[in-house]
Nanobody, 120 residues
Framework: QVQLVESGGGLVQDGGSLRLSCTAS????????MGWFRQYPGKEREFVAA????????DYANSVKGRFTISRDNAKNTVYLQMNTLKPEDTAVYYC?????????????WGQGTQVTVSS
């Protein structure tokens, strides 16, 4: 079993930045792809970004390309999502996912979610 704990969400103004973190409870997570997804109220979760186990490969949704960067530190069992030039439409609950088919999943483990709110 792998537990994922997210942090870093919050309220930011249009054009601002946030960095989300997701730490896994098990060291062996470094072998697996990780992803970030987001969910709008009343909508299904959608793909945001993914990174391969080694960190060599990354993939992004078109809506965030050039603004978001996914990275990982396997020594810390942590994956990050650096979000720049945030827009009000980025407002959503963001979820970390682990152990799945790179890049879109399905993923076996999910975090509890962290709220990101971008004010206009």
């Amino acid at each position: 079993q792998v537990q994922l704990v997210e942090s870093g969400g919050g309220l930011v103004q249009d054009g601002g930045s946030l960095r989300l973190s997701c730490t896994a409870s098990r060291r062996t997570f470094s072998s697996y792809a990780m992803g970030w997804f987001r969910q709008y109220p009343g909508k299904e979760r959608e793909f945001v970004a993914a990174i391969s186990g080694s960190g060599t490969n990354t993939d992004y949704a078109n809506s965030v390309k050039g603004r978001f960067t996914i990275s990982r530190d396997n020594a810390k069992n942590t994956v990050y999502l650096q979000m720049n030039t945030l827009k009000p439409e980025d407002t959503a609950v963001y979820y970390c996912a682990a152990v799945g088919q790179y890049p879109l999943g399905p993923y076996r483990y999910w975090g509890q979610g962290t709220q990101v709110t971008v004010s206009s």
